[in-house]
């Protein structure tokens, strides 16, 4: 009697309706997508919910943290139009515009409302500052309900770097090996296992570290510079996307190409000990040694201030391009590769 009772149940299990899913008060259907924008923080948020058909891991994309890095916002664009509910296998989280405010006031990484980096105010308050009551929304409303989350950066407006992915460590084997995993499906060539953030979840500082330290494998994926938005950049976050839904198993198809991958354990800055204008005499890509010169700095009136070196031996990812430089910022930034430095992506 109790083995035919069971046997019913898995007969109707399947026809049992996949649940709705709800995000900040809207409820989206299984095998439907919705796009709205959620009014929070006295500002909106722009965002998608792709609800498949079938079950599977919640994703979350995120875009436009910073206000002036252009490339993932379109790539959201086209991955909204890709993203067909009736195929997908679990849920995607588009968020289009994470600083609203920050992108309209043309703000390098800042909000204008308060003039605080929204990547620096997690997990949030909800009673604080403009930021932090965003950061409080992202906390509870988006990371609360994701699973795996990707938040997709570009070079800022003064800056360029190499297409890189922050691979957060925080010394937790079982959470930093699904972590890593999760990197190398994203397809780029170069990964910094990243340590820098606080393991602490109510000092989380950062938006992938907010979800890292909730037990959420997390990335940041850095494509673009310059304040572009060029064809090659959106299309390169479009392709790290679509692999990352593949290996969630939320999009089937076909393994894409395999890709090698470079894997560094740190960042090493090289500080400008003076104020000035920085002249770089290198470019990202480069495979530089410890103490070469890199750039150097003058005053107003063109001389000689201080030279730039490199503070490690490794791969140039991230140069200051425009001339303005403060003491104490950092002109160059070198990923120092790990001791074993080529990995396999698999599908
Ligand atoms: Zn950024």
Same mark, same amino acid.
């Given at each position: 009697?109790?083995?035919?009772?069971?046997?019913?149940?898995?007969?109707?299990?399947?026809?049992?309706?996949?649940?709705?899913?709800?995000?900040?008060?809207?409820?989206?259907?299984?095998?439907?997508?919705?796009?709205?924008?959620?009014?929070?923080?006295?500002?909106?948020?722009?965002?998608?919910?792709?609800?498949?058909?079938?079950?599977?891991?919640?994703?979350?994309?995120?875009?436009?943290?910073?206000?002036?890095?252009?490339?993932?916002?379109?790539?959201?664009?086209?991955?909204?139009?890709?993203?067909?509910?009736?195929?997908?296998?679990?849920?995607?989280?588009?968020?289009?515009?994470?600083?609203?405010?920050?992108?309209?006031?043309?703000?390098?990484?800042?909000?204008?409302?308060?003039?605080?980096?929204?990547?620096?105010?997690?997990?949030?308050?909800?009673?604080?500052?403009?930021?932090?009551?965003?950061?409080?929304?992202?906390?509870?409303?988006?990371?609360?309900?994701?699973?795996?989350?990707?938040?997709?950066?570009?070079?800022?407006?003064?800056?360029?770097?190499?297409?890189?992915?922050?691979?957060?460590?925080?010394?937790?084997?079982?959470?930093?090996?699904?972590?890593?995993?999760?990197?190398?499906?994203?397809?780029?060539?170069?990964?910094?296992?990243?340590?820098?953030?606080?393991?602490?979840?109510?000092?989380?500082?950062?938006?992938?570290?907010?979800?890292?330290?909730?037990?959420?494998?997390?990335?940041?994926?850095?494509?673009?510079?310059?304040?572009?938005?060029?064809?090659? !950049?959106?299309?390169?976050?479009?392709?790290?996307?679509?692999?990352?839904?593949?290996?969630?198993?939320?999009?089937?198809?076909?393994?894409?190409?395999?890709?090698?991958?470079?894997?560094? !354990?740190?960042?090493?800055?090289?500080? !400008?000990?003076?104020?000035?204008?920085?002249?770089?005499? !290198?470019?990202?890509?480069?495979?530089?040694?410890?103490?070469?010169?890199?750039?150097?700095?003058?005053?107003?009136?063109?001389?000689?201030?201080?030279?730039?070196?490199?503070?490690?031996?490794?791969?140039?990812?991230?140069?200051?391009?425009?001339?303005?430089?403060?003491?104490?910022?950092?002109?160059?930034?070198?990923?120092?590769?790990?001791?074993?430095?080529?990995?396999?992506?698999?599908?």
């Amino acid at each position: 009697m109790r083995i035919m009772f069971l046997m019913l149940l898995c007969w109707a299990l399947p026809l049992q309706a996949r649940e709705a899913f709800a995000l900040a008060g809207v409820t989206v259907a299984a095998g439907t997508e919705a796009s709205f924008l959620v009014d929070t923080a006295g500002t909106q948020v722009p965002i998608t919910v792709v609800h498949g058909a079938n079950e599977g891991v919640v994703l979350t994309l995120t875009a436009g943290v910073h206000g002036d890095e252009f490339p993932s916002i379109f790539a959201l664009h086209r991955l909204r139009q890709q993203l067909d509910p009736a195929q997908v296998s679990g849920t995607v989280i588009l968020v289009h515009l994470a600083n609203l405010a920050g992108f309209h006031g043309r703000r390098i990484a800042l909000n204008p409302r308060d003039d605080k980096n929204l990547n620096r105010e997690f997990p949030g308050d909800a009673a604080g500052s403009a930021t932090e009551q965003l950061a409080h929304f992202f906390t509870t409303e988006i990371v609360a309900v994701t699973d795996y989350l990707i938040d997709l950066h570009s070079g800022s407006a003064y800056q360029t770097l190499l297409p890189h992915a922050y691979s957060p460590v925080l010394h937790d084997d079982a959470l930093d090996a699904r972590t890593l995993a999760f990197a190398q499906a994203a397809g780029l060539e170069h990964i910094v296992l990243y340590d820098e953030r606080p393991n602490d979840p109510v000092n989380s500082i950062s938006y992938p570290n907010t979800a890292q330290t909730r037990g959420k494998p997390a990335l940041t994926l850095e494509i673009g510079h310059l304040g572009q938005r060029d064809e090659a !950049s959106i299309e390169g976050v479009i392709e790290a996307c679509q692999r990352a839904l593949r290996h969630l198993g939320i999009v089937s198809g076909a393994p894409l190409p395999q890709r090698s991958a470079r894997l560094y !354990s740190r960042l090493a800055y090289a500080d !400008s000990p003076v104020t000035g204008l920085f002249h770089p005499e !290198s470019q990202v890509g480069a495979q530089v040694q410890e103490g070469q010169r890199l750039g150097l700095i003058t005053d107003y009136f063109g001389e000689l201030l201080a030279e730039i070196h490199a503070p490690a031996t490794g791969t140039l990812l991230m140069l200051l391009e425009t001339p303005a430089v403060s003491a104490g910022e950092t002109p160059a930034t070198v990923a120092v590769p790990a001791t074993s430095t080529t990995t396999t992506t698999t599908d």
